[in-house]
């Protein structure tokens, strides 16, 4: 079992940067895939970015360049830093781990995100 904090979220002007921070419970982190969604009012949750147990990325094409997903295993936490914030990346953003071992997933209970001028 893992749990999962986030933080980091907040109000922020668009072109500005936030981090955030997804933080286990379990010392066992560094066997997991982790991955960011976010969810927009009224919108489906969407896959964001992911960072795999061996260090290999993958981002949406909307978040490109502009945000960097990263973990460190001895703090058993996973970042997402987010630069170039725009109004369209508003929404809860929600931590996920996947152990290598088994086929199930551990979600955070979200953050909130609002980018605005």
């Known amino acids: 079992q893992v749990q999962l904090m986030e933080s980091g979220g907040g109000l922020v002007q668009p072109g500005g940067s936030l981090r955030l921070s997804c933080a286990a419970s379990?010392?066992?982190?560094?066997?997991?895939?982790m991955d960011w969604y976010r969810q927009a009012q009224g919108k489906q949750r969407e896959l964001v970015a992911g960072?795999?147990?061996?260090?290999?990325?993958n981002y949406a094409d909307s978040v490109k360049g502009r945000f960097t997903i990263s973990r460190d295993n001895a703090k058993n936490t996973m970042y997402l830093q987010m630069n170039s914030l725009k109004p369209e990346d508003t929404a809860v953003y929600y931590c996920?781990?996947?152990?290598?071992?088994?086929?199930?997933?551990?979600w955070g209970q979200g953050t909130q995100v609002t980018v605005s001028s």
């Open positions: 996920r781990a996947t152990p290598l071992s088994q086929v199930v997933y551990y």
């Open positions: 379990r010392s066992i982190f560094s066997f997991y895939s």
């Open positions: 960072i795999s147990s061996g260090g290999s990325t």
